[in-house]
């Protein structure tokens, strides 16, 4: 189904997802829809693949890894998670070169953990990957040394942002 977009995430300087001046990385657009999903965009190029022409499967878990983790930010902003599991099903291949649509949800919240699930969506709709994982809460200043402006933390508008997304 398709939903409305409803606010867009921010990128990064450097993270090796949602970096735009990591040249290797994936670039991806994070965007929150009305369903209460996040949904994320990227095309992978040749660096990301293992066999010619086909995703590595670590850096389809890196994308589920950070769709799922930027998902309890649908509900707070300000809560940090760090990956303790993270478990995947590698269901087809994902060819480079290609748009993707990555979804992720929250399927558990407590105090100190949260927990999701998300899929890699081929062209067709298919379910390429799927991930479940865990994190824990940290406050920020535990996780890293993190400048907002050094870091270029924040929402990068684009013409190309779509208005609705189908996952
Ligand atoms: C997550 C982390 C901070 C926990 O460290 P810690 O607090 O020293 O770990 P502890 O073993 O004392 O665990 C703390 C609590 O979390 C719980 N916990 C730890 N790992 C867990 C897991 N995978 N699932 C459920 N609970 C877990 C423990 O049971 C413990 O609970 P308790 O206090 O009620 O006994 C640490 O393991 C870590 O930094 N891991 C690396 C995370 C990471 O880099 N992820 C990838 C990049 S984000
Ligand atoms: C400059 C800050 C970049 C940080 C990227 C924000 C990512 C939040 C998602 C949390 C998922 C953890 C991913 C991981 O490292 O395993």
New binding site residues.
């Given amino acids: 189904m398709k939903y409305k977009v409803m606010k867009k995430q921010k990128n990064?300087?450097k993270?090796i997802v949602?970096g735009m001046k990591n040249d290797l990385g994936l670039k991806a657009s994070f965007y929150e829809l009305e369903n209460g999903e996040l949904a994320a965009i990227f095309t992978p190029i040749e660096e990301h693949q293992s066999y010619p022409g086909r995703l590595h499967g670590g850096v389809a878990g890196a994308i589920l890894?950070?769709t799922i983790?930027?998902a309890i930010n649908i509900t707070d902003e300000d809560v940090w998670?760090?990956?303790v599991e993270l478990n995947l099903k590698y269901h087809k291949p994902v060819a480079l070169n290609e748009q993707l649509r990555v979804v992720g949800r929250i399927t558990r919240d407590t105090r100190r953990l949260f927990e999701g699930t998300g899929e890699i969506l081929l062209k067709n709709g298919d379910i390429a990957v799927s991930a479940s994982g865990k994190?824990m809460k940290l406050p920020l200043s535990q996780i890293a040394d993190?400048n907002e402006d050094t870091?270029e933390?924040r929402v990068l508008p684009s013409d190309e942002d779509p208005a609705e997304i189908e996952v």
């Fill in positions: 990064s300087r993270c949602c890894d950070e983790g930027r998670g760090v990956t994190y993190f870091e933390w």
